[in-house]
């Protein structure tokens, strides 16, 4: 079946106003909900009986039944069993990508991430971060992979979180372009090429993100990918890839408030500069706020949508934490972008209940979310 990538981002329209940069107050106003935080909330409006239902009674099986019979139609032509080799001039632009990659166990994803990495990322350096992991199977893959590929590790002794450990990973590289990498991803033979020619042919390009299956809450998600993102193999998700790659949406190149965390490519000089994620910001919304540093000082913030990342999403740090704490942590995040900058004007943000925007004038209209 022909994928018709024009109906990818509907919402993202051609017309040359929409490619401005946008505001610093609209950066301020974004914070991203995770999908599994979404959905908890969502369903925090259902009665619990029929929240019960869903979970046990036939309904549910016929509702996975049909995402499966639509994940393969949707997966049609895409072969699961084609092996890619990555183009020469794709192993170049990989050479320029320092790759930091956070680990908090979940080892079924993170052999996933590094297989991808090992087959894919060949003249990248590597930087795996073990967040203080205690599955002896995640403990082994990092081991496994770091002797036989030569990738530096790094080893937390007690779990420091998502922005902790990308600082960690940062210390080390060396390459000139920065990707902060989830574990809960499988990268694809032409992610790094997009990224490199956005960032050389723009100096004011100062982060991307490519395309994905789960993105956490901006437009880099693409429907089909994330109705297939728990169905495809590696194999069909390069093929996804290749095609995206051959005729991606238009315009290639489109500025965004904030790109996700998922996949985050950042100038090293400019990570350097601006100190990396917020401390204060240990996991969620740690994106946004640097995008809003970033933007500050006059660069672009752009999804680069030739190159293509599948994310699995909340599948490592989120596995451990509970629909509450994902939730407060999500306001909090917000409650301290809010503050940090002063915001005087009204600004718009979703709210978590039900995804409704609605004006914040004050920190107080945030803690009564």
Same mark, same amino acid.
């Given at each position: 079946?022909?994928?018709?990538?024009? #109906?990818?981002?509907?919402?993202?329209?051609?017309?040359?106003? *929409?490619?401005?940069?946008?505001?610093?107050?609209?950066?301020? *106003?974004?914070?991203?909900?995770?999908?599994?935080?979404? #959905?908890?909330?969502? @369903?925090?409006?259902?009665?619990?009986? &029929?929240?019960?239902?869903?979970?046990? *009674?036939?309904?549910?099986?016929?509702?996975?039944?049909? =995402?499966?019979?639509?994940?393969?139609?949707?997966?049609?032509?895409?072969?699961?069993?084609?092996?890619?080799? /990555?183009?020469? =001039?794709?192993?170049?632009?990989?050479?320029?990508?320092?790759?930091?990659?956070?680990?908090?166990?979940?080892?079924?994803?993170?052999?996933?991430?590094?297989?991808? /990495?090992?087959?894919?990322?060949?003249?990248?350096?590597? $930087?795996?971060?073990?967040?203080?992991?205690?599955?002896?199977?995640? $403990?082994?893959?990092?081991?496994? %992979?770091?002797?036989?590929?030569?990738?530096?590790?790094?080893?937390?002794?007690?779990?420091?979180?998502?922005?902790? @450990?990308?600082?960690?990973?940062?210390?080390?590289?060396?390459?000139?372009?920065?990707? /902060?990498?989830?574990?809960?991803?499988?990268?694809?033979?032409?992610?790094?090429?997009?990224?490199?020619?956005? %960032? !050389?042919?723009?100096?004011?390009?100062?982060?991307?993100?490519?395309?994905? *299956? %789960?993105?956490?809450?901006?437009?880099?998600?693409?429907?089909?990918?994330?109705?297939?993102?728990?169905?495809?193999?590696?194999?069909?998700?390069?093929?996804?890839?290749?095609?995206?790659?051959?005729?991606?949406?238009?315009?290639?190149?489109?500025?965004?408030?904030?790109?996700?965390?998922?996949?985050?490519?950042? #100038?090293?000089?400019?990570?350097? !500069?601006?100190?990396?994620?917020? =401390?204060?910001?240990?996991?969620?919304?740690? =994106?946004?706020?640097?995008?809003?540093? &970033?933007?500050?000082?006059?660069?672009?913030?752009?999804?680069?949508?030739?190159?293509?990342?599948?994310?699995?999403?909340?599948?490592?740090?989120?596995?451990?934490?509970?629909?509450?704490?994902?939730? +407060?942590?999500?306001?909090?995040? /917000?409650?301290?972008?809010?503050?940090?900058?002063?915001?005087?004007?009204?600004?718009? $943000?979703?709210?978590?209940?039900?995804?409704?925007?609605?004006?914040?004038? +004050?920190?107080?209209?945030?803690?009564?979310?």
């Amino acid at each position: 079946m022909a994928l018709d990538w024009s #109906r990818q981002s509907a919402h993202v329209s051609n017309n040359k106003s *929409s490619q401005q940069r946008p505001p610093v107050s609209t950066l301020m *106003s974004l914070v991203a909900l995770s999908g599994r935080s979404a #959905r908890t909330l969502a @369903a925090r409006c259902l009665p619990p009986g &029929v929240k019960g239902a869903l979970k046990t *009674s036939p309904l549910r099986t016929v509702i996975d039944s049909l =995402e499966h019979l639509e994940a393969r139609v949707f997966s049609r032509g895409l072969s699961a069993n084609r092996v890619f080799e /990555l183009p020469i =001039e794709y192993k170049i632009a990989s050479a320029s990508m320092s790759i930091v990659v956070p680990i908090h166990d979940a080892p079924s994803v993170t052999m996933r991430c590094l297989a991808s /990495l090992e087959r894919d990322a060949t003249k990248s350096e590597v $930087i795996l971060v073990d967040d203080c992991s205690r599955i002896t199977k995640t $403990i082994d893959l990092i081991q496994q %992979f770091s002797s036989r590929n030569g990738w530096k590790v790094v080893r937390n002794e007690e779990s420091r979180g998502h922005s902790a @450990a990308c600082a960690a990973g940062g210390r080390l590289a060396s390459r000139p372009y920065l990707c /902060l990498l989830n574990s809960d991803t499988v990268v694809t033979p032409w992610c790094w090429r997009a990224i490199q020619e956005a %960032f !050389e042919t723009d100096l004011a390009i100062g982060v991307a993100g490519p395309c994905t *299956s %789960f993105s956490g809450g901006n437009e880099q998600t693409l429907d089909i990918a994330r109705k297939c993102r728990f169905y495809w193999n590696d194999n069909q998700i390069c093929a996804f890839a290749e095609r995206l790659n051959v005729a991606p949406p238009q315009p290639v190149i489109f500025d965004l408030p904030w790109v996700g965390g998922f996949a985050f490519f950042i #100038r090293r000089s400019l990570w350097k !500069e601006l100190g990396g994620f917020d =401390e204060n910001l240990a996991d969620y919304a740690n =994106e946004v706020e640097l995008c809003i540093k &970033v933007a500050k000082l006059g660069y672009r913030i752009v999804w680069v949508r030739s190159g293509y990342v599948h994310h699995f999403g909340g599948q490592s740090y989120g596995k451990k934490m509970s629909a509450r704490e994902i939730k +407060s942590r999500n306001l909090a995040g /917000l409650r301290y972008i809010h503050n940090k900058d002063n915001c005087q004007s009204p600004t718009e $943000i979703a709210r978590p209940q039900d995804g409704q925007a609605c004006a914040v004038r +004050s920190a107080q209209d945030v803690a009564n979310l």
